[in-house]
């Protein structure tokens, strides 16, 4: 990997080029957030900026403690910072009330969690369009395109299942079809292979890979390096600060694909 600019939080002079200029899915200026727990104040982020262009997939890692439930929250647009700027599109959200940022969430960010969070008594369809529905767009059009981005996520034979007729794997690719129903801004994915089998995680790699190659914006939340090593950039958060901003050099990532190819060709082995 090599230590590269953080996509404008150290900006390059302005040249003379006729390029459109790059658009930004998120841009994060100064952020800072503190709580006070009872006499004490914590302070979770301590002015991070860093920049995610339309089409990035970025990998933000830190050890516990770093900010980075702190960072997703915000991202999330489930809390608000203390100061700073957190830009979505062209829209300051660290201004926004609650109502609003309720909105932002529900139409411009799509979400995969750790956990699936799918409702137990829908069928797969029905969940993918879980964001429609809070925002009064259920149709036959829309239906149309949580049956066809269930398709996309090979699930295109088990539309009408619920939940707990599927594994884990086939929970998370719920999950990945519902965060794009919306056509978001960006995919926030919060260890989304933590429950994951080795063979699995492979998997759902894959579909994000896919995803990005198509255009897609993804920010993945890991602790793990290999799963880290598939994004394009990792962004490392250390008390409260942006302690790294490294592009990930396609040789790296060509290497940590071969090395899964491996590891999953071996356990299908023993099978």
Same mark, same amino acid.
């Given at each position: 990997?090599?230590? &590269?600019? %953080?996509?404008?939080?150290?900006?390059?002079?302005?040249?003379?080029?006729?390029?459109?200029?790059?658009?930004?899915?998120?841009?994060?200026?100064?952020?800072?957030?503190?709580?006070?727990?009872?006499?004490?104040?914590?302070?979770?982020?301590?002015?991070?900026?860093?920049?995610?262009?339309?089409?990035?997939?970025?990998?933000?890692?830190?050890?516990?403690?770093?900010?980075?439930?702190?960072?997703?929250?915000?991202?999330?647009?489930?809390?608000?910072?203390?100061?700073?700027?957190?830009?979505?599109?062209?829209?300051?959200?660290? &201004?926004?009330?609650?109502?609003?940022?309720?909105?932002?969430?529900?139409?411009?960010?799509?979400?995969?969690?750790?956990?699936?969070?799918?409702?137990?008594?829908?069928?797969?369809?029905?969940?993918?369009?879980?964001?429609?529905?809070?925002?009064?767009?259920?149709?036959?059009?829309?239906?149309?395109?949580?049956?066809?981005?269930?398709?996309?996520?090979?699930?295109?034979?088990?539309?009408?299942?619920?939940?707990?007729?599927?594994?884990?794997?086939?929970?998370?690719?719920?999950?990945?079809?519902?965060?794009?129903?919306?056509?978001?801004?960006?995919?926030?994915?919060?260890?989304?292979?933590?429950?994951?089998?080795?063979? &699995?995680?492979?998997?759902?790699?894959?579909?994000?890979?896919?995803?990005?190659?198509?255009?897609?914006?993804?920010?993945?939340?890991?602790?793990?390096?290999?799963?880290?090593?598939?994004?394009? !950039?990792?962004?490392?958060?250390?008390?409260?600060?942006?302690?790294?901003?490294?592009?990930?050099?396609?040789?790296? !990532?060509?290497?940590?694909? %071969?090395?899964?190819?491996? %590891?999953?060709?071996?356990?299908?082995?023993?099978?």
């Amino acid at each position: 990997m090599s230590v &590269t600019d %953080a996509y404008g939080t150290s900006p390059a002079p302005a040249s003379k080029s006729t390029e459109s200029p790059k658009r930004f899915a998120t841009s994060i200026r100064d952020l800072k957030k503190e709580y006070v727990l009872k006499s004490e104040t914590v302070r979770a982020l301590r002015g991070v900026s860093f920049d995610v262009p339309e089409g990035d997939y970025v990998a933000i890692m830190g050890p516990s403690g770093s900010g980075k439930s702190t960072l997703l929250n915000m991202l999330g647009c489930l809390d608000q910072p203390t100061s700073g700027s957190l830009m979505l599109g062209d829209d300051d959200i660290s &201004t926004m009330s609650d109502d609003q940022l309720a909105d932002i969430r529900s139409r411009r960010i799509g979400f995969v969690f750790q956990s699936y969070n799918l409702i137990q008594q829908l069928s797969v369809v029905e969940n993918i369009q879980v964001p429609l529905y809070y925002q009064g767009k259920l149709g036959p059009k829309q239906r149309e395109r949580a049956v066809e981005l269930a398709k996309q996520v090979g699930l295109g034979d088990r539309l009408d299942h619920r939940p707990t007729q599927l594994s884990g794997g086939q929970q998370q690719r719920v999950a990945i079809a519902r965060s794009l129903v919306n056509d978001p801004f960006f995919v926030l994915a919060d260890e989304p292979t933590g429950n994951l089998d080795s063979i &699995t995680t492979d998997e759902i790699l894959a579909i994000f890979d896919k995803l990005n190659a198509e255009g897609r914006t993804i920010i993945l939340v890991t602790h793990e390096d290999d799963v880290a090593l598939r994004a394009k !950039r990792i962004v490392r958060l250390k008390d409260g600060m942006l302690h790294t901003d490294e592009l990930v050099e396609e040789s790296a !990532r060509e290497a940590v694909r %071969a090395k899964h190819a491996i %590891a999953v060709a071996e356990l299908k082995a023993r099978e």
